[in-house]
Structure formats: structure tokens, C-alpha cells
């Protein structure tokens, strides 16, 4: 027996981290949330194979973090364990920029709010960097990646084609998605030069919805909040169901997440179909574990099955005009 060489290791368990384009959309989407970008842009080419270029307002990266910025586990958000359970970024882990610079050719250019000037950065596929250039952008971080799936062939065919073309599809669905959950921030994508979807900031959630699904005339809007069971939800909800298969956004404490057990209520009370709209809950960040799955597309609420039967009874009530004996709670 054999131990793997480091090299192995990091190429076959990133394939693991960053198993599509999606998946570098979203990791570097949220990096940008947490860097405090108020405006983050979005361009692809060939379905995200050709490029993925992501450049974002926010705080910028300080010249002695970069050597950091791309090497396995190296943080700014998280010192401890026990910080887990109080997180508020979307990241912690510290291996969505490593292992995207082990599958691609990434290039980075920063500037700090402490910085006269952007650097550019050349990041080799082991994370560390080398500097090739100065330009005059404003302060912010922008990300390129180019040559895609490079050492893993039959990845990068599985994504050319039909596949492609829904990886594209799922990354507009999650952009819509995480703007439903940051409505003040400004998102623009942007494929093969063309406007796909813009987003401009706003402070209301009814505003980012009607740019999210063209109009939002059969939407209601709900509101529940009760401050001693640190549950608070918001959102808006079709009066009734659609046959798509897509289910509304569910948004916990802004992740947008897969809650199955939610998506299961909604046919329950839809007569087997989705309503469209948004579900923004916000619980108290000790009732929430987020570490779930390596996307972190799954969370788990203590008391879930609280939370269901508050929700069920919101959309009871405040939507579909459906009264359930034991709804007494709810504010309307
Ligand atoms: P994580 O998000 O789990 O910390 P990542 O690998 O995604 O791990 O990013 C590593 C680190 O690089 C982050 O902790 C952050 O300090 C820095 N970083 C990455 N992208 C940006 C960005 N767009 N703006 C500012 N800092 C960034
Ligand atoms: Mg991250």
C-alpha cells in the first residue's frame, strides 16, 4: 500500500468541492457576500467551460492575506470549532479557492481599501501566487477562471453539450435565488457577452422578487415574527400552484438550502404542486447547523418540525385564506 501523493490528493478531492460550474459560481458568488460586495458581476463563457469571471465591490484582499488566499484551509472566517455554531458567512472552510485552482487556471486581481492600486496574480495549481501586473480598478476582488476541469477530461466532456447548457440554467436559478435573499446588493450576469439577468439593489423583498419572476400579481406577502421563539420569516408566496418542478426558494438565515421536509409541505399544501416565490426564514444562529453537506446546501434546524408547522400555518393563513385549528399564533 501506497500513500497518495499530495498532489493526488488535492486534485481528486477538489473534483469532490467544486464538481461543476455551478459550484464555482456559488463558492465564489459567496465569497464576494462575504468580502461586503455590494455590486458583484457576473460573466460566462460556454456555459461557464470557457470562462468564469466574477468581480465584486467588496473590501478587496489585504496584500499580506494573498499568499494565503488560495492554499487548503486557510480562513479569514472562522478561528474555531466552536465558532460553528455562530457563523454568519457563507463560508468557513477555507477550500473553495484551493480546490478551483486545482482543477483550472485561475487569476486573481485585488485591491484593499488600504491600496492605491490593483494587483493581478497569476495562482499556480498548488495555490501559491505570482504577481503579474498593476491596473487601476476600483477596490474589490475579481476572479477568472479559464481552462476548466484541465486534468480531468472525463468531467470536462460530461459539461460540453446538453449538460452545459442546464449548468447554465442552475446558475441563473441560484443567482435569482441569492439576490431574493440579498436584496441590496446589485447582481448582473452576463453569457457569451450577453445580458442574461440583471438585478438592481433594492431595500424591499417585493422589488427583488418582481425582477426575479417578471411580476409578482398572484404573490402574497408573508411576515411572521415572534421574538421569544427566535423565528422570524418572511417572504412571498403564489396564491396557487404551478406545475414546475421547481420548488419556491427557501432562504435560512440567507443560504438559499434544499429543506426537503419544507418543499414537501408546500405539496402538501399546494395539491402536489410548487407555489413560486420566496420563503426567507431567519432562526437564531444556535438553532441552525449549517456544516451539513460539503455545498452546505443542506441545513438542520433544531426543532424542524416546529418551524414546518409554523410556516404551514403562515401560508395557511396569510395566503391561501385556510384556517387550521391550532394556528393561533400567528400574526397576520
Ligand atoms: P472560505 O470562504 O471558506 O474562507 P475560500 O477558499 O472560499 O474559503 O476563500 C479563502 C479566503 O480568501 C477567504 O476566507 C477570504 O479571506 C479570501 N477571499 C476569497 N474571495 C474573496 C473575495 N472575493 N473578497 C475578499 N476576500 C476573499
Ligand atoms: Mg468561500
Known amino acids: 500500500m501506497e500513500k497518495l501523493s499530495s498532489d493526488t490528493i488535492r486534485s481528486v478531492c477538489s473534483g469532490q468541492v467544486i464538481t461543476s460550474p ?9 465569497n464576494a457576500l462575504d468580502a461586503g460586495a455590494s455590486i ?49 458567512t457563507y463560508g ?16 486573481m486581481i485585488t485591491r484593499h481599501s488600504s491600496d492605491s492600486v490593483a494587483k493581478s496574480y497569476m495562482v499556480r495549481s498548488d495555490g501559491v501566487l505570482s504577481q503579474t501586473g498593476t491596473i487601476h480598478n476600483n477596490v474589490g476582488t475579481t476572479f477568472i477562471v479559464t481552462e476548466l476541469f484541465k486534468n480531468l477530461p472525463v468531467r470536462k ?22 439576490a431574493i435573499a440579498n436584496p441590496s446588493v446589485r447582481f448582473m450576469l452576463r453569457h457569451n457577452r450577453q445580458l442574461v439577468w440583471q438585478h438592481a439593489s433594492s431595500r424591499h423583498l417585493k422589488d427583488s422578487m418582481a425582477s426575479v419572476y417578471g411580476t409578482v400579481g398572484d404573490m402574497i406577502e408573508i411576515n411572521y415574527s415572534k421574538e421569544d421563539s427566535g423565528v422570524q420569516v418572511t417572504g412571498m408566496l403564489s396564491t396557487s400552484g404551478k406545475s414546475s418542478k421547481k420548488p419556491p426558494f427557501i432562504v435560512v438565515n440567507k443560504r438559499l438550502v434544499k429543506f426537503k421536509a419544507l418543499q414537501k409541505s408546500f405539496k402538501k399544501l399546494y395539491d402536489n404542486m410548487f407555489p413560486s416565490g420566496a420563503v426567507c426564514i431567519t432562526l437564531s444562529p444556535n ?28 401560508v395557511g393563513k396569510q395566503v391561501l385564506n385556510t384556517e387550521s385549528p391550532q394556528n393561533m399564533s400567528v400574526n397576520q
Open 22 to 30: 455551478y459550484s464555482i459560481v456559488k463558492e465564489l458568488i459567496e
Open 40 to 88: 458583484i458581476e457576473i460573466r460566462l463563457e460556454e456555459n461557464g467551460l470557457g470562462k468564469i469571471e466574477i468581480r465584486d465591490n467588496g473590501c478587496g484582499i489585504k496584500e499580506e492575506d494573498r499568499p494565503s488566499v488560495a492554499l487548503p484551509h486557510f480562513t479569514s472566517k472562522l478561528k474555531n470549532f466552536s465558532d460553528l455554531f455562530l457563523v454568519n
Open 92 to 107: 468557513f472552510r477555507g477550500e473553495a479557492v484551493s480546490a478551483i485552482c486545482s482543477i483550472a487556471k485561475v487569476a
Open 157 to 178: 466532456k460530461f459539461y460540453q453539450g446538453k449538460k452545459g447548457k442546464e449548468q447554465l440554467n442552475e446558475i441563473d436559478h441560484f443567482i435569482r435565488g441569492i
Open 287 to 314: 438553532l441552525v447547523d449549517v456544516n451539513v453537506e460539503v455545498d452546505k446546501s443542506a441545513v438542520i434546524c433544531r426543532n424542524e418540525a416546529d418551524l414546518i408547522s409554523i410556516v404551514e400555518e403562515i
